[in-house]
């Protein structure tokens, strides 16, 4: 299948810092999607990306189509504790069929904020 | 209402055993999804139902059998399972299988012993 390469694998950073992760595909995407999973929960969505280029912010939030549609970045600015957990990055084709090929999934960004 | 709804929460059960899983969804949404997650690792595709037609089966085991009675609702049977098949399973739904805004349930953890 589709291979997403997402850094950093994990990051530990004091709270109030800004944080940055990035995928990478060799493949072109035509959306690009960051969800966050909590402890114990499902993926929650937090940002959606349908063109190249297009840079998208949801309060602390910022994220970024890249131009090529091969990568997306997201920054977290100003972290407070509530941002712990992992961040998966996901890329999704469109299908031959004329559906949807399923999202694909980055390996997630573990973030660890020490008070 | 905005809730994707899973079934039990968690499940233990033996390799001889049948058992389902349940998913429920009053958004209207056409399209439902069942993933499958282990330990820090991301979800992983087993099934996409559109309009109440399975239309992806990602190669999954025939232990596995999805059902979608109605556009509501999704069940994952389970039959003859593996310890290795010890997970968490994730439904999600979305307006179509156009969108990959997926809604996710909070899982139900399951135990193969």
């Not at chain 1, 709270?15 to 992760?21: A, C, R, T, Y």
């Not at chain 1, 035509?30 to 949801?58: C, M, R």
Request: with cysteine.
């Amino acid at each position: 299948g589709q291979q997403l390469n997402q850094s950093p694998q994990s990051m530990f950073i004091q709270e109030g810092e800004d944080v940055s992760m990035n995928c990478t595909s060799s493949s072109i995407f035509n959306t690009w999607l960051w969800y966050k999973q909590d402890p114990g929960e499902g993926p929650v969505l937090l940002i959606a990306l349908y063109k190249a280029g297009e840079l998208t912010s949801n309060g602390r939030l910022t994220a970024q189509f890249g131009i090529t549609r091969k990568d997306s970045f997201l920054n977290i600015s100003a972290s407070i504790p509530s941002d712990v957990g992992i961040y998966f990055c996901a890329g999704q084709r469109l299908g031959s069929g004329g559906g949807a090929d399923g999202l694909t999934f980055g390996k997630g960004t573990h973030l660890i904020i020490q008070p | 209402d905005t809730e994707v709804t899973q079934t039990p929460k968690h499940l233990v059960m033996g390799m001889t055993n049948k058992k389902s899983l349940k998913c429920e969804q009053h958004m209207g949404h056409r399209a439902m999804y069942w993933y499958k997650q282990k330990a820090k690792k991301p979800p992983e595709l087993m099934f996409v139902y559109s309009y109440e037609k399975l239309s992806i089966n990602e190669s999954v085991p025939s232990r596995f059998s999805p059902e979608c009675p109605n556009s509501s609702l999704l069940n994952l049977h389970l039959h003859a399972l593996q310890p290795e098949d010890s997970a968490l399973y994730l439904c999600a739904s979305s307006l179509s299988d156009w969108t990959g805004e997926l809604f996710f349930g909070e899982g139900s953890r399951l135990t193969v012993l």
